[in-house]
């Protein structure tokens, strides 16, 4: 339990010490408006939320609803969304999620074949854009069967799609579209590990000649993120993490789309439950 004070009057929430299903230790407390309402407002507050004020399941939906109740008991927005989260670093996180060309032994070089983006507003934690081509490979332009199998994407997805080096222009357009060049906006790459970022993409670019973008260069690894919010390694990635955080996987495994999505759903759990965002890769 952590002692607060609200208006000169101390109370006290509970932090998030319990064990979840995946084994994990819930470290961050339980961060909530609660702490900065006033005696009278949390007294209100408790009689129209009832005694899921102080649950310690932070998931977006009872969020969602506490928000709601405030809001229509005549509290207000801004008061309604104190029982949200606290404020990240960034205005918007861009998850990314590369799909790349395979095979059982690996071929070389792998091309990228898929690669979505979704635009993460950083306040909300909300999806507001998404980018999603697929890449013509052009090393090895024929996919593997063990390829299609495990990513989903079958030869007529990339056969006539652009290269790389368009799709990379093409993301450069979208990223000015949306704001996200200008240097009052602060923004950073998300990733469910570092290979995307730190390997694929600069190892793509380097065989074929090309520069990589300085906003490709600093990211955030969600398994590094989810494993200082929850005090173990997410071995299995995504899964584990959807485990950890007793929330159901979206869509299909090895999908980039999908990938993105689950991603997103995690960092938005995470942060409801306090957790803020911190980019984890050295600069290059």
């Known amino acids: 339990m952590e002692n607060f004070q609200t208006m000169g009057v101390p109370f006290r929430i509970p932090e998030l010490a319990s064990l979840d299903a995946s084994g994990c230790s819930m470290l961050a407390p339980l961060q909530t408006g609660a702490a900065r309402f006033s005696s009278y407002l949390l007294s209100r507050a408790r009689k129209v939320l009832g005694s899921h004020l102080f649950s310690p399941c932070g998931v977006p939906e009872f969020c969602s609803i506490s928000t709601r109740k405030l809001a229509a008991h005549g509290f207000g927005a801004?008061?309604?969304?104190?029982?949200?989260?606290?404020?990240q670093r960034y205005h918007y996180f861009l998850v990314l999620d590369f799909e790349a060309t395979c095979d059982k032994p690996q071929i070389?070089?792998?091309?990228?074949?898929?690669?979505?983006?979704?635009?993460?507003?950083?306040?909300?934690?909300?999806?507001?854009?998404?980018?999603?081509?697929?890449?013509?490979?052009?090393?090895?332009?024929?996919?593997?069967?063990?390829?299609?199998?495990?990513?989903?994407?079958?030869?007529?997805?990339?056969?006539?799609?652009?290269?790389?080096?368009?799709?990379?222009?093409?993301?450069?357009?979208?990223?000015?579209?949306?704001?996200?060049?200008?240097?009052?906006?602060?923004?950073?790459?998300?990733?469910?590990?570092?290979?995307?970022?730190?390997?694929?993409?600069?190892?793509?670019?380097?065989?074929?000649?090309?520069?990589?973008?300085?906003?490709?260069?600093?990211?955030?690894?969600?398994?590094k993120?989810?494993?200082?919010?929850?005090?173990?390694?997410?071995?299995?990635?995504?899964?584990?993490?959807?485990?950890?955080?007793?929330?159901?996987?979206?869509?299909?495994?090895?999908?980039?789309?999908d990938d993105c999505k689950n991603i997103a759903n995690i960092m938005k759990t995470l942060a409801y439950r306090g957790f803020i965002f911190k980019q984890t890769s050295k600069p290059f």
């Open 78 to 87: 801004s008061m309604a969304a104190m029982v949200s989260f606290p404020p």
């Open 108 to 223: 070389h070089p792998q091309e990228i074949i898929e690669f979505p983006i979704l635009k993460l507003n950083g306040r909300t934690m909300e999806i507001e854009s998404t980018f999603h081509m697929y890449v013509q490979p052009v090393v090895h332009p024929q996919l593997t069967p063990f390829c299609t199998e495990l990513t989903g994407i079958i030869q007529a997805m990339v056969d006539g799609q652009p290269s790389l080096q368009q799709v990379l222009e093409r993301v450069d357009e979208w990223m000015a579209k949306e704001g996200l060049l200008d240097p009052n906006v602060k923004s950073i790459f998300v990733t469910c590990g570092d290979w995307d970022l730190k390997v694929m993409l600069p190892g793509q670019c380097q065989y074929l000649g090309l520069p990589v973008a300085d906003y490709f260069k600093q990211w955030i690894n969600l398994k």
């Open 225 to 257: 993120a989810y494993s200082f919010a929850m005090g173990c390694w997410p071995k299995n990635g995504l899964l584990d993490m959807n485990k950890g955080l007793s929330l159901q996987h979206i869509g299909r495994p090895h999908s980039g789309i």
